[in-house]
């Protein structure tokens, strides 16, 4: 089965950057929509990225413009690029793969239940 491991996450000063990093393993294909989400204490997990070879990118709009998600199928990994890191991006990120519904990133909304395989998630926090 599909696993994945984030790592890349960290504490940062508002206005800095970070990049997350997504290893995926096992049974794994290069056109799996994949996604990155995040949850605060005390609020619901949200979409914050999500990519496919024949989608491409959908961002949130508290992130885009500031943010790029990107993989290396040949490395197997996702990324996601976060720049001018604000204090409300302080969450848990977690990297997800959509296997079951290939139709997850044909969608403008990042829907984290159209994503069965989920990583233990990396910790980002912003302080002012």
């Known amino acids: 089965q599909v696993q994945l491991a984030e790592s890349g996450g960290g504490s940062v000063q508002t206005g800095g950057s970070l990049r997350l990093s997504c290893v995926a393993s096992g049974y794994t294909y290069s056109n799996y929509c994949m996604g990155w989400f995040r949850q605060a204490p005390g609020k619901e997990r949200e979409g914050v990225a999500r990519?496919?070879?024949?989608?491409?990118?959908t961002y949130a709009d508290s992130v885009k413009g500031r943010s790029t998600i990107s993989k290396d199928n040949a490395k197997n990994t996702l990324y996601l690029q976060m720049n001018s890191l604000k204090p409300e991006d302080t969450a848990m990120y977690y990297c997800a793969a959509a296997t079951t519904y290939s139709g997850a990133c044909a969608t403008l909304i990042i829907d984290p239940l159209r994503f069965d395989y989920w990583g233990q998630g990396t910790q980002i926090t912003v302080t002012s």
């Open positions: 990519i496919s070879g024949v989608s491409g990118t």
